[in-house]
């Protein structure tokens, strides 16, 4: 039997935001998966991460590489600038 699919919150920041036009999205995790893996599903820019944008599950810095879990909060971050 098919486990039944879960979800994750999926959160954009700043530039990343603007240029998708959404900030918050769910969506189905369906078995292993890493932020890299959603970062395509989503077609967000390409294959790979761009160099610099940060990603972040439940508010804490992670490899893209790293194993989501049901219910998780995943954030793509770009680098911000200031002064």
Aim: negative net charge; aromatic residues 6%.
């Amino acid at each position: 039997m098919q486990p039944l699919a879960t979800t994750i919150n999926v959160r954009l920041f700043a530039a990343l935001r603007e240029q998708a036009g959404w900030g918050c999205r769910t969506m189905p995790l369906m078995g292993p998966s890493t932020p890299l893996q959603c970062w395509r599903e989503l077609e967000l820019g390409g294959e790979h991460l761009p160099v610099g944008i940060r990603v972040a599950i439940n508010q804490r810095f992670v490899a893209a590489d790293t194993t989501l879990q049901a219910g998780d909060e995943l954030a793509f971050l770009p680098p911000i600038s200031g002064g």
